[in-house]
């Protein structure tokens, strides 16, 4: 049964899918905090910056870490969300089967953390379509600067 979104689903979706460009864009800063601090480390006219660009750099992983973790959440929460699409009672069709308070706990965790590992995926993929772009358009001479 193909998922359906409506419109209780969409801006959750939206919502995650911005959570991992976030999660892309500070991964992409923080990669460029640690260039600069391997680059400029010795060099006694840049010395007073490589504190402050220490900080970004832990700034920036926090956050590349964060969101990944927050995207999946809000996956969650569009699984959760709008009506039910059969109403079917299965109680005619399946004997009720007890499944214990640590199975559920445990399944619960497991699909979390499936989802956390989904979104730092994107993350990474979203991370490497920004450093094809950039080399691309350096490759046909268009330079941001």
Known sequence: MPLSLDRNRLPW???AIAMMLASAICGLLYMDAVGKIS????????????PRF???AGLWSGFAVLFPFLAALLLGLLKDTGP???QIDHSTVFPETVVSQEWTLATAALKYLLRVAISALASVALMAV????VLMFEKLGVRAR
């Open 130 to 133: 920004f450093i094809m772009a």
């Open 84 to 86: 039910r699409q059969s």
């Open 13 to 15: 979706l939206i919502l």
């Open 54 to 56: 220490q900080w970004y």
């Open 39 to 50: 680059g400029w480390i010795g060099l006694p006219q840049y010395e007073g910056y490589v």
